[in-house]
């Protein structure tokens, strides 16, 4: 270093810190506390399928599963990582096929009380599109929390959307007879059915299907009736890949994919629940192919496949979940 060089160090090293550069601590920056929008996009074959999450709500899953304990409820939850009572994403599902807008349930809308505000509406906007682009809307059931988006305050949420359900859910939840023989604490369902679909009807946007049906190129309707009297899965189909919208064929993954027999209170009729259950996740795990659920932790897209026994070799009676991977799309 020449002399000139080593003074010229030396004094810049005297020179103190400006007030901007000294490490002096900033004041704290307020939390944010709110997530981005949820939507959550993945293409299959030609088809544009994006997850809407409406809300989330914080359920006691120990005291609501049936065919188990609290206790066995509450170990599971627990190897989980989760906590009791249990946030419960409630997701809907958009399905653009690049000729109509097809969406999968509506959420709860509210319906839920006002610790599970609705997003629905604003996620599906977030997501790129608005209500009254939807062409279709697919119904897996009559709870309300997925069909307490159709309206509100009496007035149409999806202006140019038909209405699509299976005929014995019609026929159960808009069934006067029906609704007389219920039980008192069961009513509130029948009368929220009406309050959210006679309006549909009245304008003939409400139409029902009976068993396996094409509604349309490649969207078929598949009966999983247990847990409600004509409770729904829809199946998506597009060069090759598929997709299967479950709705409530299953409530808790940290449960009930390990011990599928665990049935929840909310099923009218639990061993048929079971049965349909069964079924479809043996057939999801042979097949590979995607699934979408209602109440699995959002997105509720993803996989599922047998659980190893302890043996190495796959149990039969036990599945994992596979949740789809994060991308940034095309």
Known sequence: MSLRSLGLALALAAVPLSPSLSPVAQAAAPQVKTQAPGYYRLMLGDFEITALNDTVA???????????????????????????????????FLINTGAQLIL???????????????HLVANLKAAGYTPDQVDAI?????HGDHIGGLTTDGHINFPNATVYVDAAEKGHWLNAEAEAKAPADKRGGFAAAHRLLDVYAAAGKLKAFDGVTSLFPGITAIPAHGHTPGHTVYAAESKGQKILFWGD??????????????????????????????????????DGYWVAA??????????IRPKDATDGKADPKSYVW?????????
């Open 58 to 92: 914080t359920l006691p899953i120990d005291t609501l599963m049936t065919n188990t304990t609290p206790e066995t409820v509450r170990a599971a939850l627990a190897r989980n990582h989760q906590p009791s009572p249990t946030p419960t994403s409630v997701n809907a």
């Open 104 to 118: 999968v349930d509506t959420g709860a809308n509210g319906l839920l009380g006002p610790q599970a505000p609705s």
């Open 138 to 142: 697919l119904i897996t059931h009559m």
């Open 249 to 286: 064929l299953m409530h808790v993954a940290a449960v009930q994919f390990d011990t599928p027999a665990t049935t929840v209170q909310f099923d009218s009729d639990s061993p048929a629940a079971y049965k349909a259950r069964a079924k479809i996740f043996a057939e999801a795990a042979k």
């Open 294 to 303: 209602a109440h699995i932790s959002f997105p509720g897209i993803g996989h």
């Open 322 to 330: 596979e949740p789809a991977q994060y991308s940034l799309g095309e």
